[in-house]
């Protein structure tokens, strides 16, 4: 049955009229019910919204777990080729020592051996005496008799420690092992009261930086390195400046390239380590440009399109700072990071542990990523800066050179 209504002219609707409230309906209990309907609707909305912040917690917790399960899958890949790799060198070493050990032995075996056949001949010669007859051939071989031969002498006791042989080993597991509660992905390490302090000397003698230090940032300076350039390994369209602290990628070459120099635009240092803790901060100024470390045999010739090879064989480990991101490269894998707006960054080698380690510096340190390897051979510090950046190699008054450079100039002294 249709509402009651009004009908206009031609082509009109029907306009509906609102309910005529009976005595039974009056306007109170009309209002009750709207005010009941406002709260039903209300929490409808606000069901909604709760809704979808459930959904959003839990696409949350499935990315985190997705990424967690990524990391820790990483870590395990890492702590088994590391574990691989130490066992292979812990097997040559348990054989260099026991030959090392044993050395004296087959000395002394040799000399046992000469011993024993001595006194087997003199035996042999006292037996074929007492069996002779003649008494005139008797007297004669007795006469010719010699000592016996002098005895041997204590044997020289062979060194050969288990403890000692374990000793580095363990504690080399362990620092393994707490490979996978040690955080790999990007954190923020909280400065305490700020101090003033003198910090890094800038490539200009005369300059000094003034800058708010943590306490982390103090502990690595106990390993800080004041490096310098290697400038037959520029690029040449490289220009080094300031004593070798300071390189430029200029768009014009800077001259003939040198034997043995990187065909990739790239750069490492005079410095190398082999053992030991070392630190070094670099200032770059602008994004697009790569900090790592690299064994001598990096290949420098260009190959494809590439403009850089830093992390992208087994050799060598990078981290590319972008406009928009950060890039963990190594062996042609890579492992994208937040991005950073810092300049100033810091690289913390730690050979015996296995540790390479980036830090952002300002506005406060900031942990970007951590290497976790087995080096085996030296390392030096490569970089690798795109046209029209500049990157500097901040130097730190009384800061300790290399081992390896510090005995070579006490040599010359």
């Known amino acids: 049955m249709r509402s009651p209504g009004t009908r206009g002219g031609a082509g009109s609707v029907w306009v509906k009229k609102p309910p005529v409230i009976s005595g039974l309906r009056d306007l109170e209990t009309h209002a009750q019910l709207r005010a009941k309907l406002e709260v039903s609707q209300q929490q409808a909305t606000q069901a909604h919204a709760q809704l979808q912040e459930l959904q959003q917690q839990k696409n949350q917790i499935q990315f985190s777990a997705c990424n967690l399960a990524s990391v820790v899958s990483g870590k395990f890949s890492r702590l088994l080729q590391a574990l691989e790799l130490r066992r292979i060198s812990a097997q040559r070493d348990i054989e260099a020592a026991?030959?090392?050990?044993?050395?004296?032995?087959?000395?002394?075996?040799?000399q046992l051996q000469g011993h024993?056949?001595?006194l087997a001949q003199y035996g042999q010669r006292v037996q074929d005496l007492l069996e002779q007859v003649d008494d005139q051939t008797f007297l004669q071989e007795l006469q010719q008799l010699s000592e016996p031969p002098e005895p041997f002498g204590p044997l020289t006791p062979l060194?050969?420690?288990?403890?000692?042989?374990?000793?580095?080993?363990?504690?080399?597991?362990?620092?393994?092992?707490?490979?996978?509660?040690?955080e790999g992905a990007p954190a923020t390490v909280p400065a305490r009261a700020p101090d003033l302090v003198p910090l890094i000397k800038a490539p200009d003698p005369e300059a000094q930086v003034l800058s708010v230090v943590c306490p982390l940032r103090k502990k690595l300076w106990q390993n800080y390195r004041n490096l310098t350039f290697d400038p037959d390994s520029a690029n040449h369209?490289?220009?080094?400046?300031?004593?070798?602290?300071?390189?430029?990628?200029?768009?014009?070459s800077q001259g003939p390239a040198r034997p043995g120099s990187f065909e990739l635009w790239q750069v490492q240092c005079a410095q190398s380590f082999q053992a030991g803790h070392h630190y070094w901060e670099v200032r770059a100024s602008d994004h697009s440009v790569t900090l790592?470390?690299?064994?001598?045999?990096?290949?420098?010739?260009?190959?494809?399109?590439?403009?850089?090879?830093?992390?992208?064989?087994?050799?060598?480990?990078?981290?590319?700072?972008?406009?928009?991101?950060?890039?963990?490269?190594?062996?042609?894998?890579?492992?994208?990071?937040?991005?950073?707006?810092?300049?100033?960054?810091?690289?913390?080698?730690?050979?015996?542990?296995?540790?390479?380690?980036?830090?952002?510096?300002?506005?406060?340190?900031?942990?970007?990523?951590?290497?976790?390897?087995?080096?085996?051979r030296p390392l030096y510090p490569v970089f690798w800066l795109l046209e029209g950046r500049t990157l500097t190699l901040c130097h730190q008054s009384g800061a300790k050179l290399p081992p390896v450079q510090q005995e070579a100039a006490s040599a010359l002294h």
């Open 292 to 376: 790592g470390v690299a064994y001598p045999e990096l290949v420098r010739q260009k190959l494809g399109t590439n403009t850089d090879n830093i992390g992208r064989g087994s050799c060598s480990w990078g981290l590319c700072i972008q406009e928009d991101s950060v890039v963990a490269w190594h062996d042609g894998d890579s492992r994208r990071l937040p991005g950073v707006s810092a300049r100033l960054l810091g690289v913390d080698l730690d050979l015996a542990c296995g540790c390479l380690t980036f830090y952002s510096l300002e506005p406060q340190v900031q942990l970007l990523y951590t290497f976790h390897a087995l080096f085996t």
């Open 159 to 182: 060194q050969w420690n288990e403890d000692q042989q374990l000793g580095n080993l363990k504690k080399l597991l362990s620092l393994l092992c707490g490979l996978l509660l040690e």
């Open 98 to 110: 026991q030959t090392q050990a044993l050395a004296p032995a087959l000395d002394e075996e040799q």
């Open 116 to 118: 024993l056949e001595a």
């Open 237 to 252: 369209h490289f220009s080094l400046s300031c004593q070798g602290q300071r390189v430029m990628h200029c768009h014009r």
